[in-house]
């Protein structure tokens, strides 16, 4: 605990030094080049503050928010953040937005604590902190409708998309806006290519310049997924999904600096930095990859590209004025399309044969799923681990399914049939990402020191990946569930034997349940069928 205070006060005492030491205090005072105070910011003088449910109150820079108060911004309002989630956690009702507001000041409180710190010892300037800013508050830009859904559609579609990619291309769109008033002196050119690089960090190709690595890695870390956008959306999710985590966000953040161009951190949280990657697969487990957000996502997915050759959404794609017109709304769109009355004249747009066809079958998935007759959940397993290990599991088709079936009575249609493989890892797939980052002992330290999770306590799992295997039907009759489930089990035991765990017990279908009667007298009371009570008996 000693070390921890020394490390704390040293912290504090160089960022006094440096005003302003408050995030509710204006920051990015100074020109990069020069290094002098600006004279003027217009209209906003001293940035905006903001009133955040999970960050408290916290200020944004007078450049940041000339980026905010953009259309293309403002965009983000309309996508949520949890996409399909929605239908089932019923208070994640956030925003894309103020994610990126929250990451935005992640990045720069951050930034702001190293240079404070280490300034005399980095190459480090004011600049390089207002780049992170920015590029935390315009990194999530380039997600389309239900954010990582419409991710799953243009794959299907063959369109490799990266939204990182989109979010440059949007935030070059910004800056040639002559309307948004962006000038040389809020964002030079090198500035501009600092703050995509952060960005993209290393996808695009391009290394990041020796002795400026460590800055790629506050907003998107590829070296080991510890960055402040997981900081910001796993708070945040569990806050809207009324999930505990017990992360310290703020202590993570304070006990760090850089050696060796990359951001360590104080040994003694070695279990709170662990922790962040455990709640990341807790919260896929209960909250990101639930079994009827999925079913939602499946239909939003399927309604999507059945609405294709009318939407064109690939085409949408390839010009970023023309994606930021895409969001969530794109659902109610489809569900008004050909609505020829006034206030809807504008979505009573002509479509020919193929077009029709193609928004009435995307119509008739959205209204199952506004009467929630969602995609029916029949099963699923997890693959076994060994199966895993040696890189032997391939995920079964649905003719594998349907071949197996020995209902005669029920005729299963592959179409029907959804296989959905959903991984849940601690970020980086079998490997374990603490064993990518780096550690120091002590404030004064100038060595970085890798430490095995044997070291600190024996009771870290063995295994950082697991897949489960789910079948869904699009077909909801209890008859074609049931028998696509017996068709799966036949499957499953043919495949594996007796290897495999149900990832829950096995349970009654609708179909299978007991008949009930009422009893006389009450209408709202009900009992079992005495047939089946007597046959439990016997």
Partial sequence: MEEDADFTQVTMSQRMTDKPSSSLQPHHYY?????????????????????????????????????????QFQRLADLKQL???????????HARLEHSLGVGHLAYTLADSIYKMQREELDISRSDVKCA???????????????????????????????????????????????????????????????????????GGQPPPKGKRWLYEIVANNRNGLDVDKYDYLQRDALYCNVKTSVDINRIMTLAKVLDDEICYKYTEFQNVYEVFATRARMFRSVYLHKKARAVEHMIVDALLAAEPTLRLAERTEDPREFVRLDDSIIKVIENW?????GFGA????????????????????????????????DEFIVPREELDADSWKEPSAQDIVSHSSDSSVKLDPDNIIIDV??????????????????????ESTEKVSLKANQIST???????????????????????????????????????????????????????????????????????????????R
């Avoid at 002098?36 to 450049?63: E, T």
């Avoid at 800013?133 to 990266?162: C, Q």
């Avoid at 050909?338 to 006034?342: D, F, I, Q, T």
Wanted: hydrophobic content about 35%; overall charge neutral.
């Fill in 31 to 71: 020109n990069a080049p020069s290094g002098k105070k600006r004279a003027d910011f217009g209209s906003q003088p001293h940035g905006k503050l903001f009133n955040d449910p999970v960050h408290n109150h916290f200020r944004l820079d007078p450049v940041s928010m000339k980026i905010v108060d953009t259309p």
């Fill in 338 to 342: 050909g609505v020829a009355r006034p």
């Fill in 347 to 378: 979505l009573a747009m002509d479509a020919d044969e193929d077009g029709e066809t193609s928004i009435t079958n995307a119509q008739a998935i959205l209204q199952r799923l506004r009467r929630r007759d969602l995609y029916k959940f029949v």
């Fill in 422 to 443: 959903a991984k849940v890892d601690l970020t980086k797939g079998s490997q374990n990402p603490m064993d990518s980052v780096s550690f120091f002992h002590h404030a």
């Fill in 459 to 537: 009771m870290f799992p063995l295994s950082n990946l697991e897949k489960h295997c789910r079948i869904y039907s699009r077909d909801s009759s209890p008859a074609v569930v049931g028998a696509t489930q017996e068709a799966f089990r036949r499957w499953l035991e043919q495949r594996f034997g007796d290897r495999v765990q149900l990832c829950t017990p096995a349970r009654r279908l609708r179909n299978e349940l007991p008949p009930m009667t009422r009893l006389e007298g009450n209408p709202r009371k009900r009992s079992l069928d005495g047939a089946f009570i007597q046959s439990l008996n």
């Fill in 83 to 93: 996409g399909c989630t929605y239908y089932v956690f019923r208070g994640a009702s």
């Fill in 133 to 203: 800013e920015i590029a935390g508050l315009v990194h999530d830009l380039g997600h389309g409708p239900y954010s990582h859904v419409f991710d799953r559609v243009m794959n299907k579609m063959g369109t490799h998309w990266v939204h990182e990619q989109m979010s440059v291309n949007i935030l070059d769109d910004i800056l040639a806006d002559n309307v948004h008033d962006i000038s040389e002196a809020d964002l030079s050119e090198d500035e501009i290519k600092h703050v995509k690089a952060m960005i993209t960090s290393e996808k």
